[in-house]
């Protein structure tokens, strides 16, 4: 595990678009997983102005996103199909074709998770996965207590996930209780990762990897077993 402690966000932001341009420039073809949530948006931001800048292009690359909200329709402002289309996709040169995130409005919702698992694997699997972290340890939306070989599935969001996405919503009846998730093993599956986490409220969870063991009940433990991890983290 490679640890990258920063002084701003901004640095932070810089840092993983770093990463992912060194990605891009070496496979300009790239599997790209991405996450979405507070944590990313300089990212996005970084991203999009080195792209912008001719840096590299997105015109081969594939990405799936790591979730999304089941019963929300993809233009809804809260749906993280919205998120990717207003942050990165839509000011960039990418393919809507080769864009996937997981599809919270299927009838069959069981179904939906294995077509979506079953996509990855067809293209090769993912090259460079991006994730924050909950302050309850949470990636993807794994809450604690998921299975580290879970495959994509649906997952009933914890109370305390709810309490802090509600500030995305109107009110927090109105955040969904369900979302689709990639599952433990297929984040696992990345070849390299890179978590990002920024601010006091989640040192907690960033000192929890560091210093506590692998368990099922602290979702992002199972990082500890994967040979190519980067986590950027500040205050
Ligand atoms: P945040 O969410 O970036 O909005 O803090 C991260 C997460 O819950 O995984």
Redesign the pocket.
């Known amino acids: 595990m490679r640890w990258i402690e920063v002084n701003d966000y901004q640095e932070m932001s810089r840092q993983a678009a770093s990463l992912f341009e060194q990605q891009l420039l070496r496979k300009p073809d790239s599997v790209l997983g991405l ?1 979405t ?4 948006l300089g990212f996005y931001e970084e991203l999009v102005r080195k792209y912008k800048q001719g840096y590299f292009s997105f015109s081969e690359v594939k990405t799936f996103n790591l979730d999304e909200y089941v019963g929300l329709a993809s233009n809804e402002s809260t749906s993280y199909h919205n998120y990717m289309e207003e942050n990165l996709f839509s000011q960039i040169d990418i393919s809507p074709d080769n864009i996937h995130l997981p599809n919270g409005l299927a009838e069959d919702l069981l179904a939906e998770c294995a077509h979506y698992e079953q996509l990855i694997q067809q293209y090769g699997g993912i090259d460079l996965q991006l994730l ?3 302050v309850n340890g ?2 993807g939306f794994n809450e604690p207590g998921t299975s580290f070989h879970s495959a994509t599935h649906i997952v009933t969001l914890a109370e305390e ?1 709810r309490i ?1 996405n509600s500030k995305y919503f109107h009110t927090k009846q109105e955040v969904p209780r369900y979302a689709i998730t990639m599952g433990i093993e297929t984040i696992m599956q990345a070849k390299q990762i890179v978590l990002l986490a920024f601010g006091e409220h989640k040192m907690a969870s960033i000192k929890r990897i560091q210093q506590d063991g692998m368990s099922e009940d602290f979702p992002a433990s199972c990082l500890k077993e994967h040979p190519n991890v980067t986590i950027i983290y500040g205050k």
Do not use: L
């Open positions: 996450a949530g507070g944590t990313p924050g972290i909950g949470h990636i996930t802090e």
